[in-house]
């Protein structure tokens, strides 16, 4: 018996070290090629980039993965409760891999073999980690033991926060969340502090299978799964039993938060500060990099630059009639269904799509488009409004077969089916007004003449119908409101305010042809004096003034002040025929808005990191007394500007004087009325094709322009001062309200004398038609009488022809108007 004992032992030996070997020999070869886990301590997940208005408001985020990386401290311990409970109960306690809970799942396994049932795992949060980060997701028994191996190495290197915080931050939850701060936010538009005992079990029931619990498209499975969670808790100790009922009898509450732009009005914007961070850094930085992007954007300026400027653009269109409807549906049976297919204006929310049910000699009976609820499902119920005849009277001029037609009832104008934009109308309820989107567009800019922050940006009538951004990427001619460059010009160069130009017929020979510009009125005034020329923007002062100079002269001044990187020195050019946009204008007025100081037009205050590092400040201004590190009675620190200066000072305050009276006495005298001091400059192009208005404040400057995508004429009398200018001065009227009035800062040695508005001369006491004018230290009003240009007889002044070029530039616009 002992023999035989011996005998069974020693087999039972050799077997067991063959087993061994076994064992260690197929250890070996699934180890051999084990990821590094080492990898796990400079984990960077792609984590959103958000970016913020001045004031901090979120303006939108771009992400791959929508993830915020949240350290392990910053998570309540609610929300780490429900995600031990759901996951690994016993996650502190055990070595990587749960030894209780892995016999378990053996047991069950075994007994289902056959059943065409999926193994049940049994993988804590470090294994699920070393599964995530370093493996695949493939159902095999190789990869679970892997995993193990793994799972006891990394519980070795890291301490058990560090593998909870990578694995909270790692997981996905559906819905494009990843990580539970993007979870929160995208479940329930919270942050992970303010979740509720309810909010947090349900994220934590999500990993196990997002898809399985959908919060609409399952709402019962996910509640089920959401309560076993609560469960878990309580029975963990985590939450008491009354907490537990009360969390358990709550619905599941998501509120899915929308994407894309949040500050209203700013998508223009923050489109722009998209491309600038994608241009700067690349678009990885963008999607996955973390960045935090603080932009110079003021939410309050925007929505009085957004509703100036859609006020301006809708007064022009609806005075040219009604286009039609937006499309014609079928309204038998449910029409709501099909009304709610078609696409509106995200970002004009005042606007409803409404489709017509009935139209008579009254009115229209229209039945508005069905709301989505947060499920995306559409609500059953259908509203119906009215619109009185009185409220769509532009609609009775109507287009017809591209002619415009007088209607004599709504029911000319629109028939049942048709689909069209109406607004509520103010205290009336279920009544509205009918809408249409202008087909004339536009660009504006809002800017801080200092620090050359870019305050607000209107890129169109809505970003929802065009994202071409009008005040940044269209190129247009700026017509007369490029003159003060010229005047500019010649006021840094020997000219005064006083200096006194012809205002009469002129011809320039261009090759075998002739070119006689004209001004806006076809008329011509003699003699006047620089100011004259530019407050009544006279056109054929500017030429000859451009031409006594010399363009090269201009063009250099044009190029200095950024309005252009090449402007070809060819007369028609001192007119704005040179295109040019909305953002370069406002930067190039700046710089005589601040005193002749260069700017830097900027979007971007600051970019931080991941980590909260800088990595782009805009204001580059030094300030040593700034990093005292304590009060010793020394002098208030000074930030030391450095940017260059293009322009004299002098010259900045005069050519400013010079435009406060077009605003006081010239083409923009609507402005007036404002009772602030205002300089600017009306522009028109040949043909009316766009309107332009830039003008500023002493600590604000606003441009913009009004015209077709596709030029063409805005019609006769389509000026600068009758459409551009009462935008700014809607824009400007609101924004300056309830601010102090601030004057414009005459430079220390500048001489004010009063001189005779007409010839330019010192003016005698008592005399009439008197100004006082700004003059430089050495310079003052002519001793005699002299006219700039008075001995040109019909030609260009010197006898030179222009080059084929200029001709070519005469032909494609011509200048500007007035």
Partial sequence: MIRLIGYFFGIGTAFALLMAAGVAIYLGHITKDLPDYEVLAKYEPPVTTRIHASDGALMGEFARERRLYLPIQAVPDRVKAAFLSA????????????????????????????SGRRPV????????????????????YDRKIREMILAFRIEQAYSKDRILELYVN???????????????????????????????????????????????????RAIERRNWVIDQMVDNG????????????????????????????????TEEVRREIISRYGENALYEGGLSVRTTLDP????????????????????????????????????????????????????????????????????????????????????????????????????????????????????????????????????????????????????????????????????????????????????????PFVYAAALDNGYTPASVIMDGPITIKVGNTTWTPKNYDGKSAGP???????????????VRLANDMGMKLVSEYAERFGLYDHLAPYLPMALGSGETTVMRMVSAYSVMANGGRQIKPSLIDRIQDRYGKTVFKHDDRGCEACVATEWSDQPEPELTD???????????????????????????????????????????????????????????????????????????????????????????????????????????????????????MRASKGDGGTIVEAFKPGTGPADSYWIIGMGEDGGNGSGAALSPRASQAITQGGGGLY
């Fill in 642 to 760: 450095n940017s260059e200066q293009v322009l004299d000072p002098m010259t900045a305050y005069q050519i400013t004087s010079m435009m406060e009276g077009v605003v006081i006495r010239g083409t923009a005298m609507t402005l007036a009325e404002l009772g602030r001091p205002i300089a600017g400059k009306t522009g028109t192009t040949n043909d009316e094709k766009d309107a332009w208005f830039v003008g500023y404040t002493p600590n604000l400057v606003m441009g913009l322009y009004m015209g077709f995508d596709k030029p063409q004429g805005l019609g006769k009398g389509s000026t600068g001062g009758g459409l551009a200018a009462p935008i700014f001065k809607e824009f400007m009227g609101d924004a300056m309200k309830g601010m102090p009035i601030v004057d414009f800062k005459v430079p220390e040695g500048m001489k004010l004398i009063a001189i005779n508005r007409k010839t330019g």
């Fill in 170 to 220: 790692e997981i996905f939850f559906g819905l494009g969340a990843y990580g539970v701060a993007g979870a929160a936010l995208t479940y329930f538009n919270k942050s992970v502090n303010e979740l509720t005992v309810a909010e947090a079990a349900y994220l934590a029931a999500l990993p196990k299978g997002p898809s399985n619990y959908h919060p609409f498209r399952y709402t019962d």
């Fill in 300 to 483: 309050k300026l925007q929505r009085l630059a957004r509703k100036a400027m859609q006020h301006g653009l809708l007064k022009y269109d609806t005075l040219r009639g009604y286009r039609g409807p937006v499309k014609n549906i079928s309204i038998d049976g449910d029409w709501g269904k099909a009304l709610s297919e078609v696409k509106g204006l995200d970002d004009v929310p005042e606007w409803q799509l409404a489709v017509v049910l009935d139209s008579s000699n009254a009115g229209l009976t229209v039945g508005l488009q069905p709301k989505r609820q947060a499920s995306g499902d559409i609500v059953k119920e259908r509203e119906q409004g009215t619109v009185a005849k009185e409220d769509m009277s532009f609609a009775m001029r109507h287009l017809v077969n591209g002619q415009r037609v007088k209607a004599n009832s709504p029911a000319d104008v629109l028939k049942p089916g048709d689909v069209v934009f109406v607004e509520p109308k103010q205290g009336a309820e279920g009544a509205y007004m009918l809408r249409q989107p202008p087909e004339v567009s536009g660009g504006l800019v809002a800017m801080d003449p200092h620090t050359g922050r870019v305050l607000a940006m209107v890129g169109g009538f809505s970003y929802s119908e065009s994202e071409f951004n009008r005040a940044t990427q269209a190129m247009r001619q700026p017509g007369s409101s490029f003159k």
């Fill in 238 to 269: 985590y939450v008491s039993r009354e907490e537990g009922t009360k969390a358990k009898a709550e619905p599941l509450g998501v509120t899915p938060r929308r994407n894309g732009n949040y500050v209203f009005a700013g998508e223009y914007f």
């Fill in 528 to 542: 006047a004096t620089l100011r004259s020329g530019i407050e009544r923007s006279r056109n054929l002062m500017t």
């Fill in 121 to 140: 795992g049994a993988s804590t949060i470090t294994q699920q980690v070393a599964k995530n980060f370093l493996l695949t997701s493939s159902q095999t």
């Fill in 87 to 114: 996951e690994d109960k016993n996650f502190y306690n055990h070595p990587g891999v749960d030894l209780t809970g892995l016999g378990r799942a053996v047991i069950t396994n075994l007994r289902n073999m056959g």
